[in-house]
């Protein structure tokens, strides 16, 4: 018993390195899009399948001007991105901006805003196969209105 114990942690601990190190690829591969923003460091990821979604709430500070980029693995597709404010008001659809992944915003006062990321349910997959899932990262970067 202790063996198989022993095993799953060890199988779980190498899927999350795994994980980890899929999704910090996929973040550094989108980096260059954000300039001329600064990058702020913080990697925000998630592996999903197709079909599935994630929230992430994030508090953006006034006086700032910055870009939201969402970034996937190459093999989900074009994510949906949506930006809610904190009265969950839509202000940012990006299937309104020609499935845009990134989105700059000028903030006037600090607000908790919500990104909602989707990946898209496949239609090719048919019953018995697996399901793709991959990494989603949104990176947002920073500068300063002047």
């Excluded at 989108?30 to 079909?51: A, D, K, M, V």
């Excluded at 093999?75 to 809610?84: P, R």
């Excluded at 969950?88 to 908790?112: E, Y």
Aim: hydrophobic share 40%; aromatic share 8%.
């Amino acid at each position: 018993m202790r063996k198989v114990i022993l095993f799953t942690i060890l199988v779980l601990a190498a899927s999350l390195q795994y994980s980890d190190a899929q999704c910090k690829k996929v973040a550094k591969k989108c980096l260059p899009s954000l300039t001329p923003y600064i990058y702020t460091g913080q990697l925000n990821s998630t592996t999903l399948f197709e079909g599935e979604s994630a929230e992430l709430v994030m508090t953006f500070t006034g006086g700032q001007q910055y870009r939201v980029l969402a970034c996937a693995s190459d093999n989900l597709g074009a994510v949906s991105v949506v930006i809610l404010d904190s009265k969950r008001k839509v202000v940012f659809n990006n299937k309104d901006h020609n499935g845009s992944p990134s989105w700059d915003l000028r903030i006037g006062a600090t607000d908790d805003y919500t990104i909602q990321i989707g990946v898209p349910a496949s239609t090719t997959n048919k019953a018995g196969n697996i399901e793709q899932s991959g990494c989603v990262a949104v990176l947002v970067g920073f500068r300063n209105v002047e």
